[in-house]
């Protein structure tokens, strides 16, 4: 069914709040979406009706807890079409899960003078991982170019993967420029060399469909927030043959088969890189936000937000001395923009003041300023809650502001 | 010369003229467009203070007993808001410098610039300027 905002406003009280006495129009998203209450509802549940330990058996609540945690496992399972539910494992979120990886797969199949792949367009949770891992091994961290227009330049990536090449760490969606890279065809160039492929797919699930079988990538790193489910939950999807072979991470209950003084085993997938007691309640909270978005459809929520990217972007366009950051050919819910004139900190103070939240700076991805030498960008991020009313709210903002410094 | 207290309760007076906030960003920036600034050839990294989202370049001299600073920055607002800061502390002593309290900011309801998580350099501008005057209380 097509998307009607003005139902689906109701299920997000927070959006009712003023800011100085005017609506929010909250347009930061990227950075975090709100959550329905049906989200709220589950957290509330699981904690009033349902608390438990899991894993630990032996009592009802136990089982029952036991029961809807491995019932999320499925959800995100069939969510990403992954091949098996062990092959789910749940983090605090997409940047642990990044970390996981550097940490895991690095100390396993990274030795001296190898190389890690990147690409120019990364959040700082994409970079700093691999600048680590790289030091510890003594490996080369590569780049991979990108273009005026935010698109990476896939002749340069093609040159890059080699013989050295260990593993190929890129962004599914830019949170800071929107832009949408071909990570099907990126897998397949690295496969034809035997290279394995992470994605940072935090930007992404909250806006498309994802099939982690269809794009064949080694590993797939998502967050419950950023997809109207709890902050502080995530998921790292990984093939199972990789993941057997990769050490533990984090080490003390659930993932130990036997322990001894001197000597412990480590349990199996999934429960070997999940140290101790999980976040059972957002784990669920961040399946009931699955469960919402599928309900709404991706084919909806994407046309829904196309139809408001092309929106704003049409609006913002006549404003003067306006650059747009960010015009790849693919992308997806981002407006990343600055006034020639007018700093964007200075632009962000004035939109914060008239009620509008967007985030302003470099978007924990300080490369890409540098590469476009700005100071930094104000973005807009959209969501499936947002309207073609709050960009115009934001367009008169906008024209104050330019009133004010222009 | 008035003291630090003095100029505070003058830019407190000030900012009670107003009665929205329309009208207090306007008067911060036309504040910024008035300050002298940095020439471009000073703006360099060594008087840089880094903040995530605007860059501030501060100068500090000492004469006669007194610091004399000077500062910058890429955005209007925050120069806006440095120039209240220079104002205040600028041509006072050292020691004075050290325990001003700044809480006038507070009072004009500019707070809210200053939270670390801004991070527009003005909360370590404040910082800087008390090192300043602390190196040269010392130095004498």
């Given at each position: 069914?097509?998307?009607?905002?003005?139902?689906?406003?109701?299920?997000?009280?927070?959006?009712?709040?003023?800011?100085?006495?005017?609506?929010?129009?909250?347009?930061?998203?990227?950075?975090?979406?709100?959550?329905?209450?049906?989200?709220?509802?589950?957290?509330?549940?699981?904690?009033?009706?349902?608390?438990?330990?899991?894993?630990?058996?032996?009592?009802?609540?136990?089982?029952?807890?036991?029961?809807?945690?491995?019932?999320?496992?499925?959800?995100?399972?069939?969510?990403?079409?992954?091949?098996?539910?062990?092959?789910?494992?749940?983090?605090?979120?997409?940047?642990?899960?990044?970390?996981?990886?550097?940490?895991?797969?690095?100390?396993?199949?990274?030795?001296?003078?190898?190389?890690?792949?990147?690409?120019?367009?990364?959040?700082?949770?994409?970079?700093?991982?691999?600048?680590?891992?790289?030091?510890?091994?003594?490996?080369?961290?590569?780049?991979?170019?990108?273009?005026?227009?935010?698109?990476?330049?896939?002749?340069?990536?093609?040159?890059?993967?080699?013989?050295?090449?260990?593993?190929?760490?890129?962004?599914?969606?830019?949170?800071?420029?929107?832009?949408?890279?071909?990570?099907?065809?990126?897998?397949?160039?690295?496969?034809?060399?035997?290279?394995?492929?992470?994605?940072?797919?935090?930007?992404?699930?909250?806006?498309?469909?994802?099939?982690?079988?269809?794009?064949?990538?080694?590993?797939?790193?998502?967050?419950?927030?950023?997809?109207?489910?709890?902050?502080?939950?995530?998921v790292l999807y990984g093939k199972e043959a990789w993941l057997n072979q990769m050490p533990p991470y984090q080490s003390g209950g659930e993932m130990i088969r036997e322990v001894g003084f001197k000597k412990t085993t480590y349990n199996e997938l999934p429960f070997k890189f999940e140290a101790g007691t999980p976040n059972?309640?957002?784990?669920?909270?961040?399946?009931?936000?699955?469960?919402?978005?599928?309900?709404?459809?991706?084919?909806?929520?994407?046309?829904?937000?196309?139809?408001?990217?092309?929106?704003?972007?049409?609006?913002?366009?006549?404003?003067?001395?306006?650059?747009?950051?960010?015009?790849?050919?693919?992308?997806?819910?981002?407006?990343?923009?600055?006034?020639?004139?007018?700093?964007?900190?200075?632009?962000?103070?004035?939109?914060?003041?008239?009620?509008?939240?967007?985030?302003?700076?470099?978007?924990?991805?300080?490369?890409?300023?540098?590469?476009?030498?700005?100071?930094?960008?104000?973005?807009?991020?959209?969501?499936?809650?947002?309207?073609?009313?709050?960009?115009?709210?934001?367009?008169?903002?906008?024209?104050?502001?330019?009133?004010?410094?222009? | 010369?008035?003291?630090?207290?003095?100029?505070?309760?003058?830019?407190?007076?000030?900012?009670?003229?107003?009665?929205?906030?329309?009208?207090?960003?306007?008067?911060?920036?036309?504040?910024?467009?008035?300050?002298?600034?940095?020439?471009?050839?000073?703006?360099?990294?060594?008087?840089?203070?880094?903040?995530?989202?605007?860059?501030?370049?501060?100068?500090?001299?000492?004469?006669?007993?007194?610091?004399?600073?000077?500062?910058?920055?890429?955005?209007?607002?925050?120069?806006?808001?440095?120039?209240?800061?220079?104002?205040?502390?600028?041509?006072?002593?050292?020691?004075?410098?050290?325990?001003?309290?700044?809480?006038?900011?507070?009072?004009?309801?500019?707070?809210?610039?200053?939270?670390?998580?801004?991070?527009?350099?003005?909360?370590?501008?404040?910082?800087?300027?008390?090192?300043?005057?602390?190196?040269?209380?010392?130095?004498?």
């Amino acid at each position: 069914m097509p998307i009607h905002t003005d139902t689906l406003r109701k299920a997000f009280p927070i959006l009712e709040t003023k800011v100085n006495g005017r609506p929010l129009v909250y347009f930061d998203n990227a950075a975090t979406t709100q959550k329905p209450v049906s989200v709220l509802e589950r957290l509330r549940n699981y904690y009033e009706r349902e608390n438990s330990n899991i894993h630990r058996g032996a009592h009802f609540l136990s089982q029952q807890a036991t029961d809807a945690y491995e019932g999320a496992s499925k959800t995100m399972q069939s969510f990403i079409n992954a091949k098996h539910t062990h092959e789910v494992i749940f983090t605090r979120g997409t940047t642990e899960s990044i970390n996981l990886v550097a940490h895991s797969f690095c100390s396993k199949f990274v030795k001296a003078g190898d190389e890690i792949l990147i690409s120019a367009m990364e959040h700082h949770s994409n970079i700093v991982p691999w600048q680590i891992a790289c030091r510890e091994k003594q490996a080369e961290l590569k780049v991979i170019p990108m273009d005026e227009q935010g698109e990476l330049c896939m002749d340069a990536y093609r040159d890059m993967l080699g013989e050295k090449s260990r593993l190929v760490a890129i962004t599914h969606v830019s949170n800071a420029l929107g832009t949408v890279n071909p990570v099907k065809e990126m897998v397949g160039l690295a496969h034809e060399k035997n290279i394995p492929v992470m994605i940072d797919g935090a930007q992404a699930t909250p806006h498309m469909a994802v099939d982690v079988q269809e794009l064949d990538c080694d590993f797939y790193c998502f967050s419950g927030h950023k997809m109207y489910g709890p902050m502080g939950v995530g998921v790292l999807y990984g093939k199972e043959a990789w993941l057997n072979q990769m050490p533990p991470y984090q080490s003390g209950g659930e993932m130990i088969r036997e322990v001894g003084f001197k000597k412990t085993t480590y349990n199996e997938l999934p429960f070997k890189f999940e140290a101790g007691t999980p976040n059972v309640a957002d784990v669920l909270g961040m399946e009931t936000a699955i469960q919402f978005i599928l309900k709404l459809g991706h084919q909806h929520i994407s046309a829904h937000e196309n139809d408001l990217l092309h929106y704003a972007t049409g609006q913002l366009k006549q404003l003067d001395n306006i650059r747009f950051v960010g015009t790849a050919a693919q992308r997806t819910s981002v407006v990343s923009f600055l006034f020639e004139d007018i700093h964007p900190y200075d632009t962000g103070t004035i939109l914060d003041k008239l009620g509008i939240a967007v985030r302003t700076g470099h978007h924990c991805a300080q490369p890409i300023m540098d590469f476009y030498q700005i100071p930094g960008t104000v973005r807009i991020s959209l969501a499936v809650y947002n309207t073609r009313r709050e960009i115009d709210v934001c367009m008169d903002a906008l024209t104050r502001v330019r009133e004010m410094f222009g | 010369m008035a003291t630090i207290k003095e100029k505070e309760q003058e830019v407190i007076e000030e900012f009670e003229l107003f009665d929205d906030w329309m009208d207090k960003y306007n008067y911060i920036i036309d504040l910024g467009k008035a300050l002298p600034g940095i020439d471009e050839s000073n703006r360099e990294d060594k008087y840089l203070i880094k903040g995530c989202q605007a860059r501030v370049w501060l100068l500090a001299e000492y004469k006669d007993g007194k610091v004399m600073y000077s500062a910058d920055s890429d955005a209007l607002i925050t120069r806006g808001i440095i120039a209240l800061l220079v104002r205040v502390l600028s041509g006072q002593a050292p020691a004075d410098i050290v325990e001003a309290d700044m809480s006038f900011i507070d009072r004009i309801g500019l707070k809210e610039h200053l939270s670390a998580t801004r991070s527009n350099g003005l909360l370590n501008m404040i910082k800087q300027m008390k090192l300043y005057a602390l190196a040269f209380q010392q130095k004498n």
